[in-house]
């Protein structure tokens, strides 16, 4: 059990015990930590409308790079959401770096999203008439970081972008937008990358080719990767699978 303990009090006062990059966990140390998860939607008048996770136990350390699998209605948006600081369970705790976030308040959800989590998203979600370079300053601009130019061109080399940084979506393929996409979501040092059917959008190479940015990334700077995908070509890129059944993983 020593493993999986937490030391922090489980009720941060406010969103100042939400800590930067600089206390990312160690490679191995318990990232996210679900017990006993639940869902549940309601009708209207409060009665039941469905149950989309039924006591999900999850645990995910630094550095895995994990895909969520599952038909479809198995739970595994409401899941996403959960672990991306979205919308939060009906019962059960969810540990996220270090911080018990299911009775957090709004604000201090949304602020332990901003410095937690990176995400990525289907259909890439960039600004047009954008420089690559400055969609991936954009999150640190909000943030008052410094060093954003030289911290933005590092993400965009490490997704193989660096010679593309002036370019516009409207200048670059399908795969290569969604390489500016990830470098938007690592540039802040995010303690999980949450990817929602990355390569949805995405034909088979292109696939293959954003996987192996993923893949990469794990690889060479220990960056926890947790991925959504209904196709096993791309889950199988994944260290571990999750298989999720009427709101349990398998
Ligand atoms: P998946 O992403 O695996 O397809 P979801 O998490 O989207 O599964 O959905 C799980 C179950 O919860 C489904 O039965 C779905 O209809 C239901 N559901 C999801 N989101 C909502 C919502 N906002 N309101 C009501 N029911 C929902
Ligand atoms: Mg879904």
């Not at 990232?31 to 409308?49: C, E, F, N, T």
């Not at 940084?165 to 995010?190: C, D, K, M, N």
């Amino acid at each position: 059990m020593s493993s999986t303990s937490h030391t922090a009090s489980p009720l941060p006062a406010s969103a100042a015990v939400v800590n930067g990059a600089a206390s990312r966990p160690r490679v191995g140390e318990l990232v996210a930590d679900l017990r006993k998860i639940s869902k549940i939607y309601y009708k209207p008048d409060g009665s039941v409308l469905v149950e989309a996770l039924k006591g999900c136990d999850l645990q995910i350390r630094q550095g895995e790079y994990l895909a969520i699998m599952g038909a479809s209605g198995s739970g595994k948006s409401t899941l996403m959401n959960i672990l991306g600081c979205l919308d939060q369970p009906t019962s059960g705790t969810y540990w996220l770096d270090g911080i018990e976030t299911s009775t957090l308040t709004d604000d201090d959800l949304a602020e332990v999203r901003n410095k937690k989590i990176g995400f990525v998203f289907q259909q890439f979600n960039l600004l047009p008439r954008t420089s690559a370079l400055q969609q991936v300053e954009l999150p640190l601009v909000y943030r008052g970081t410094r060093n954003r130019r030289a911290r933005a061109y590092d993400a965009l080399s490490a997704v193989g972008l660096g010679e593309r940084v002036h370019h516009r979506p409207t200048e670059l393929s399908g795969g290569q937008q969604q390489r500016v996409a990830i470098a938007r979501a690592l540039v802040t040092e995010p303690a999980i990358i949450l990817a929602d059917e990355p390569t949805g959008a995405l034909d088979t190479r292109t696939s293959e080719e954003v996987m192996a940015i993923f893949e990469r990334l794990n690889r060479e700077r220990s960056l926890t990767v947790i991925l959504v995908t209904h196709e096993l070509d791309v889950a199988r890129h994944a260290r571990r699978i999750v298989t999720l059944r009427d709101g349990v993983p398998e």
